[in-house]
C-alpha cells in the first residue's frame, strides 16, 4: 500500500491564493484518480474536487486540482480565499481495492 | 435527495462489539458501493472498508481485517459495521459514504455516528 503526505496547515490572507500538496509514497499518482474533501469542524466531508481536477455542481471555481506526475503530487488549488474556505482538506486516491486518504492540511484564512 | 442517514451516539465498554446503522434514500440503495470512514478525535480520516450492497462483496482496510463486518439489509436500504473487539483507540466519529459511479472516490456522506469506548 501507499500513503499520501500533507502539509500539516497552511495559512493566508483574504483574497490570496493557497495551494495544498499531496505526495504520493509509492506508485503513480497519474495512475488512479485524485479527490479533494473538504470537511468544515462538526461536519462530514465534501467533495471539492474529483478525478484530479474536476468540479462538482455548486464547488465555486475559485477551487481548482492538479497533479505533477514527475513528482507523484497532486495539489488542491483555492484561489480567492474566503473566510469561509477555513477547513481541514483531505486527498484521497485509490489502488488495490483499497481507499487512503492523506493526512489532512488545516487551512487558516488569516 | 440522495440521502446517508446514521444513527446517534453510541456509548460501548471495552471488549465489546458495536453495530452501526446507515439507511440509503433518494437512490438505487444497489446501484453505488458503500464504505466507511473513521474519524479518531483530533485525527484525519481513515477508510475502513467498503461493501457492495448488490452482491454483498466486501472489501476491507488491512488494518480492521478480523476485526470488522459489512452487511446490508436491501429490503430497507440499510447497510451495517459492525467492529467488535472494542478499545479506546476505537472511539471517534463513523462515516458510511456512497462511492461515485465513474470515479474510485465517495460522493455522498452520512452525517456520521459517535462511539465511545469508556469503562
Known amino acids: 500500500n501507499f500513503i499520501l503526505t500533507q502539509p500539516h496547515s497552511v495559512s493566508e490572507s483574504p483574497g490570496k491564493t493557497v495551494t495544498i500538496s499531496c505526495s504520493r509514497s509509492?506508485?503513480?499518482?497519474?495512475?488512479?484518480?485524485v479527490q479533494w474533501y473538504q470537511q468544515r469542524p462538526g461536519s462530514a466531508p465534501t467533495t471539492v474536487i474529483y478525478e484530479i481536477n474536476q468540479r462538482p455542481s455548486g464547488v465555486p471555481d475559485r477551487f481548482s486540482g492538479s497533479i505533477d506526475s514527475s513528482s507523484k503530487s497532486a495539489s488542491l488549488i483555492i484561489s480567492g480565499l474566503k473566510t469561509e474556505d477555513e477547513a481541514d482538506y483531505y486527498c484521497q486516491s485509490y489502488d488495490d481495492s483499497n481507499h487512503v486518504f492523506g493526512s489532512g492540511t488545516k487551512v487558516t484564512v488569516l | 435527495q440522495v440521502q446517508l442517514v446514521q444513527s446517534g451516539a453510541e456509548v460501548k465498554k471495552p471488549g465489546a462489539s458495536v453495530r452501526v446503522p446507515c439507511k440509503a434514500s433518494?437512490?438505487?440503495?444497489?446501484?453505488?458501493?458503500l464504505d466507511w470512514v473513521r474519524q479518531a478525535p483530533g485525527q484525519g480520516l481513515e477508510w475502513m472498508g467498503r461493501?457492495?450492497?448488490?452482491?454483498?462483496?466486501?472489501s476491507y482496510a488491512q488494518k480492521f481485517q478480523g476485526r470488522v463486518t459489512m452487511t446490508r439489509d436491501t429490503s430497507i436500504s440499510t447497510a451495517y459495521m459492525e467492529l467488535s473487539g472494542l478499545t479506546s483507540d476505537d472511539t471517534g466519529v463513523y462515516y458510511c459514504?456512497?462511492?461515485?459511479?465513474?470515479?474510485?472516490?465517495?460522493?455522498?456522506w452520512g452525517q456520521g455516528t459517535t462511539v465511545t469506548v469508556s469503562s
Open positions: 509509492s506508485g503513480s499518482i497519474a495512475s488512479k484518480n
Open positions: 461493501i457492495n450492497p448488490n452482491s454483498g462483496y466486501t
Open positions: 433518494g437512490y438505487t440503495f444497489t446501484g453505488n458501493f
Open positions: 459514504a456512497r462511492e461515485a459511479l465513474y470515479y474510485f472516490g465517495m460522493d455522498v
